[in-house]
Nanobody
C-alpha cells in the first residue's frame, strides 16, 4: 500500500514554531500536488493547504493558518514541509499529508495518505 510518511511532530509551546515533513514513497510523486490536513480530537479532519508539483503555487484552505503556516517544496521533489509559526493551542492534533494529481484537489479526492504525526501544544 502506497503511503506518505509524515515526521516532525512533537510538543511545542504556544507561540513557538515547528516544522513538519512529508516524504512520498517514490519519485512517482514528483509531479503530484501534495497537501496537509489535520484532525483534532473529537473533530473532523480539516484541510490545511496544498502545494503544486513544482512548488511555486500554494493553497491554504484554513483561514486560521493563513499568515502563520507555510507549505514549501523543492521543485518536483516528492517531499513537502509545513512550517508552523506562532503555534496556538487550537493547532494541536494529528497532521496528515496526502498526494493527488490535481491542484488544489478537494480533500475527499486525495488518494494517497500517510498515518500522521502528532502535534501537541502546551499553553
Amino acid at each position: 500500500q502506497v503511503q506518505m510518511v509524515e515526521s516532525g511532530g512533537g510538543l511545542v509551546q504556544a507561540g513557538g514554531s515547528l516544522r513538519l515533513s512529508c516524504q512520498a514513497p517514490s519519485r512517482t510523486f514528483d509531479n503530484y500536488a501534495m497537501g496537509w490536513f489535520r484532525q483534532a480530537p473529537g473533530k473532523e479532519r480539516e484541510y490545511v493547504g496544498a502545494i503544486n508539483w513544482s512548488g511555486d503555487s500554494t493553497f491554504y484552505a484554513a483561514d486560521s493558518v493563513k499568515g502563520r503556516f507555510t507549505i514549501s517544496r523543492e521543485r518536483a521533489e516528492p517531499k513537502i514541509y509545513l512550517y508552523m509559526n506562532d503555534v496556538k493551542p487550537e493547532d494541536a492534533g494529528v497532521y496528515y499529508c496526502a498526494a493527488d494529481l490535481r491542484f488544489p484537489a478537494p480533500m475527499e479526492s486525495y488518494e494517497y495518505w500517510g498515518k500522521g504525526t502528532q502535534v501537541t501544544v502546551s499553553s
